[in-house]
């Protein structure tokens, strides 16, 4: 592997730039294509070439008609466009409801989906005030962190939720974190019964996390919506009541949006 510079100062890997340009091959206008046609478009050697097109082809970005022998672009990267529609659908859809939350409580509102078993912000509105929440867009956790990660887990099937917590351990944050699995599974099924989570301090010491899960038309949870609030701000069990409240109707209202019909 080699890696060069460019005066951009970014780090190239010979082998990714490769693997990217016989991607770049395929078009509306240029759907199939042989291997030599392949050579021929990137300038690769023949065995360079068909070495990384076994590769793509292995993890399903490239496939072959064992007939034609002809190579079409995979479902993978159709997997991948995909969810990224689906994150600019999700981000439109919920754009409205997340400035009306950070509007009325004052709240830093929070939008996440589950991507690759992780939890990724896809959205934020800053809340007021001087504590600033350290969740920016795009950023990954584990998927067992905080109000968001929760709730999209608790829709998740018992095996999947065990194979996550195999790969990535419940791990304190704070004093408060739920780090026992038991516990924590008690808490996944008390947010399905529930229809939301509220949670003090168990991500940020000092932060009141209220969040609801968001359907899509397959009736599916493809999305959790929440709040962070510094905890003095909800001194009294009402004032948690009406922002639960606040958070399910927009929730709801966001599902709507995507199709969901609630029946």
Known sequence: MKLKMNKGNIYKVQSLERALDILDCFNFQDREMRLTEVVQLTGLNKTTAKRLISNLTARGYLKQDPRSKRYQLGLRLFELGGIVFSSF????AAAHRMNLLQ???????????????????????????????????????????????MVLMAYLTP????????R??????TPYSITDKNAFSLRLEKIRKDGYLSERGE???????????????????????????????????ED????????????????????YLKI
Do not use: F, N
């Open 89 to 92: 659908s999700l981000r439109k």
């Open 103 to 149: 509007r009325t409580t004052g709240a830093t509102v929070l939008l996440g989906v589950m991507m690759e078993d992780q939890l990724v912000y896809v959205d934020k509105r800053e809340g007021h005030g001087m504590i600033r929440i350290s969740s920016d867009i795009g950023w990954r956790r584990a998927l067992h962190y905080g109000m968001l990660g």
């Open 159 to 166: 095996e999947k939720v065990r194979d996550i917590l195999k």
């Open 168 to 173: 990535y351990p419940l791990e304190a944050h």
């Open 203 to 237: 991500a940020v010491e000092g932060i009141i996390g209220i969040a609801a899960p968001i359907r899509d038309y397959s009736r599916q949870v493809v999305a959790a919506l929440g709040v962070a609030l510094p905890i003095p701000q909800l001194s009294e069990k």
């Open 240 to 259: 948690v009541q009406r922002i639960v409240d606040i958070i399910k109707i927009s929730a709801d209202a966001v599902s709507s949006d995507l199709g």
